[in-house]
């Protein structure tokens, strides 16, 4: 089992400045994630150096560049990735996560718990039906990681950003062009290539005034 030494070394690449406590919140949720993958598809990735590279340093690499405030929303949130690790980064962060799977659900409430962090709220809607019961866009932020359908999905998120707020999806580079014909509302800045695996990178996008 790593240790703290170990996850920095790992995390290295991404070039993250991260506290003891925060180090230690990621490996309560990493030892969480290992132990309820055996039981539940939380992820395909087994081992947990892997584990830390391709799920934490990939999420986490967006507080390198960004310093996220006020209400994040995350979409499709699966294991946590992106949306409760970057929570565990920004400690005034209050998200949102979007998960319709009640295992996934689970798992999400058990790891906000054991990593101790709160204004963490997890929600079973998929974002169409989310977005139809929202009237006031409220979000600073909205994320997403390893989605498609970004005609329907871009649009539907947008609804829910605060004019000038932030959408940010980890991508692989070859969904790069449909993303640039999801939305004119959508000002994308320079792509963030990863340091490992740079076949994905994050794109940013600023929602324009209406």
């Known amino acids: 089992m790593l240790d703290e030494s170990g996850v920095r070394a790992l995390l ?18 990493l030892d969480l994630l290992l132990r309820w993958n055996r039981k539940i598809n939380l992820t395909s990735i087994r081992t947990d150096e892997e584990c830390v590279t391709r799920h934490f340093g990939e999420s986490l690499y967006l ?26 980064a920004f400690p005034d962060l209050a998200t949102t996560l979007l998960e319709p799977v009640a295992k996934k659900r689970a798992f999400l409430k058990e ?4 990593c101790g962090v709160s204004k963490v709220d997890v929600r079973p809607e998929r974002l169409e ?11 600073d932020t909205i994320t997403a990681r390893a989605v498609g359908h970004f005609d329907s999905l871009v ?3 947008l609804n829910l950003i605060k004019p000038e707020g932030r959408i940010c ?14 939305s004119a509302l959508v000002q994308w800045g320079p792509q963030i290539a990863m340091p490992i695996g740079r076949e994905r990178e994050i794109w940013v996008g600023t929602r324009k005034p209406d």
Do not use: H, M, T
């Not at 290295?12 to 949720?29: M, T």
């Not at 790891?111 to 054991?114: E, G, K, L, M, S």
């Not at 039906?129 to 979000?139: E, G, L, M, P």
């Not at 999806?169 to 999801?182: A, D, K, T, V, Y």
């Open 12 to 29: 290295k690449p991404f070039q993250l400045e991260l506290s003891s406590s925060q180090i230690g919140k990621l490996l309560a949720y």
């Open 63 to 88: 507080a390198r560049w960004i310093k996220l405030q006020g209400n994040l929303l995350d979409i499709g949130s699966g294991a946590g990735f992106p949306g409760l690790a970057l929570r565990i």
């Open 111 to 114: 790891a906000a718990r054991v």
């Open 129 to 139: 039906d989310y977005a139809c019961q929202s009237s006031v866009a409220i979000y």
């Open 155 to 157: 649009p539907q998120a």
């Open 169 to 182: 999806l980890w991508i692989g580079q070859n969904q790069g062009q449909s993303l640039l014909e999801s």
